[in-house]
């Protein structure tokens, strides 16, 4: 993926279509050109790059379910907004989402399964039903199934690429685009993206005694500026969950 000329062409979108699909594909871009990692031994520390990627990969580990709820925090040069969200996965299976105002006021309902993206708007009465291979004319780009669940379940890879490897307080990964700061356990802090004058800074913190980051961070430099944090108050692994779904009959199907 070509970061550059991905940001020219989302120039074309409206401002908020392009706030969103930049947050989607940031979120995306570690996962092209990756390779399966078959055996990898944890007893003997990272001696060079490749060792150290294959750790990180192999370190990811998906729950047959989890469910988070907390907040999201949106800021550009416009606007400054902080909604609630509920996350919903089951393991290769379906992703929900709900994001509603204060008050609990619902705005959207989401949810993606491997065959189909279902969609229901609250502000303006509407829906619809499409196929998942639909999903890169919202966003712009090839996404799948997969690499949806990646980014909800907090399993981030490192972009296959040729870094300078150092250790000190954590392993850092440095290359012409991309640099990676590593935790001793193999999780990602922080990662960066640069091309040009666009930068895109993402970061995971406050993890929990499951090694689950319970907060999120994402900053997007380029002619338009964005900022998001998403807080987890809850986080449950392997409780099995509904996905309610029901599109009321007045509205209106997007076609």
């Not at 196929?131 to 690499?147: A, C, G, N, V």
């Not at 970061?203 to 998001?228: Q, R, T």
């Not at 509904?242 to 009321?248: A, D, G, Q, R, S």
């Amino acid at each position: 993926m070509d970061l550059k000329n991905y940001l020219k062409k989302s120039q074309k979108g409206s401002s908020m279509n392009k706030i969103y699909t930049l947050l989607i594909i940031s979120l995306l871009l570690h996962s092209c050109g990756l390779k399966k990692v078959d055996k990898v031994y944890f007893s003997v520390p990272p001696q060079n790059d490749k060792e150290l990627i294959a750790r990180v990969n192999a370190k990811n580990n998906y729950p047959e379910w989890l469910y988070l709820k907390g907040k999201i925090n949106l800021k550009n040069k416009d606007q400054n907004v902080t909604l609630n969200v509920s996350v919903k996965n089951r393991k290769d299976s379906i992703i929900w989402l709900n994001i509603s105002a204060p008050f609990g006021i619902e705005v959207f309902r989401a949810q993606l399964t491997p065959d189909s993206i279902y969609f229901i708007n609250r502000t303006n009465k509407t829906w619809f039903i499409k196929s998942s291979s639909r999903i890169k004319d919202y966003l712009k780009t090839e996404i799948s199934f997969d690499e949806v669940q990646e980014m909800i379940t907090a399993n981030t890879r490192v972009v296959k690429e040729k870094y300078s490897f150092s250790k000190d307080e954590h392993y850092t990964l440095n290359s012409q685009y991309f640099n990676y700061t590593i935790s001793a356990f193999y999780r990602i802090l922080n990662a960066s993206l640069v091309e040009d004058e666009n930068k895109i800074d993402y970061s995971f913190s406050d993890f929990n005694e499951n090694n689950f980051p319970k907060e999120f961070s994402l900053k997007i430099k380029s002619k338009e500026n964005f900022e998001a944090t998403l807080n987890y108050s809850k986080i449950e692994f392997n409780s099995q969950q509904i996905f309610p779904f029901k599109i009321p009959d007045s509205y209106v199907e997007i076609k």
